[in-house]
């Protein structure tokens, strides 16, 4: 019995070890990718297209090369008003979702001037902010929190009023109080809805700074990009663009990670 037990132990089948699995699952991505840089360069040379117009690949990777200094120098400023807009808008908005569930007054009041708010175009914003402000940081730290508070405003009062009434019955139940309510269960239920907010505002605020800096600013990535366009350096204007497009792709990263780190059961609950 026991060399039949080995036996079968021995004939089964092998799985096969996956080494490199994070690799395996992004390769068609990659793939995907060099195939359309690859594709974009021989449609540039098979018909001849100016520079001016758009630049192959390896005419933006000299640019990389050539402008190095000036794209760090405007990438920190671009960087340090996204950066703030995300922290204040989305704290002002938490902020005031945690007033709109405990107070219907407030919500009332407050959620219509929001909305109204959200509905003025932030180009239209921008120019207004400046001629109060200056062209320095203030206005484009504003614009970049605008722009992430009402997605966060939104998702974060449905998360604070997401959590079942079962639930609140038992904490009362069990003599809970307001804060262990709040904490234990309010918090915890709008975690999801918060990060699907973060992860929209960790984008959209690159894109209020660079529209900030496009209508009064001498520096920031926004301005590089209206000064390479007015002077068709259109090289430059593609490594700047994506510089623009790294740097939002690696806020949502931060907070994707951040994600998984605060909310281990919702990992959990998909695996």
């Given at each position: 019995?026991a060399?039949?037990?080995v ?18 699952d ?5 793939i ?20 001016y117009?758009?630049?192959g ?17 405007n ?11 995300f922290v204040?808008?989305?704290l002002?908005?938490i902020?005031l ?5 405990y ?12 909305v ?5 175009p932030?180009?239209?914003?921008a ?5 109060i ?10 614009i ?8 966060t405003?939104v998702?974060m ?9 079962a639930t609140l ?20 239920s709008?975690?999801?809805?918060l ?8 984008t ?54 951040a994600?998984?780190k605060?909310i281990?059961?919702?990992?959990q609950?998909?695996?």
């Amino acid at each position: 019995m026991a060399d039949a037990t080995v036996q079968t132990v021995a004939r089964a089948p092998r799985q096969p070890s996956r080494r490199w699995p994070a690799i395996e699952d992004k390769l068609p991505s990659i793939i995907a990718a060099i195939g359309l840089v690859a594709l974009w360069q021989l449609i540039v040379w098979g018909f001849s297209v100016p520079t001016y117009m758009a630049p192959g690949p390896l005419d933006v990777i000299n640019a990389f090369h050539e402008n190095a200094a000036t794209l760090w120098n405007n990438f920190w400023p671009t960087l340090f008003e996204a950066a703030l807009g995300f922290v204040f808008g989305n704290l002002v908005a938490i902020l005031l979702a945690i007033l709109f569930v405990y107070s219907g007054t407030a919500e009332r009041a407050f959620y219509p001037i929001a909305v109204f708010i959200n509905t003025i175009p932030i180009i239209a914003v921008a120019p207004i902010l400046v001629l109060i402000f200056g062209n320095g940081y203030l206005p484009k730290v504003i614009i970049a929190a605008l722009i992430c508070f009402f997605p966060t405003l939104v998702n974060m009062v449905r998360g604070l009023k997401a959590v079942q009434p079962a639930t609140l019955e038992l904490m009362r139940v069990l003599s809970a109080s307001g804060s262990e309510v709040f904490w234990k269960v309010r918090i915890q239920s709008s975690l999801p809805f918060l990060f699907a907010a973060l992860k929209i505002a960790s984008t959209t605020c690159v894109i209020g700074a660079i529209v900030a800096e496009w209508i009064g600013s001498n520096y920031g990535l926004g301005a590089l990009i209206i000064e390479a366009t007015y002077n068709f350096r259109s090289p430059l204007l593609y490594a700047t663009v994506f510089v623009a497009a790294l740097l939002a792709v690696s806020l949502f990263v931060i907070v994707s990670v951040a994600e998984k780190k605060l909310i281990r059961w919702k990992s959990q609950e998909v695996h």
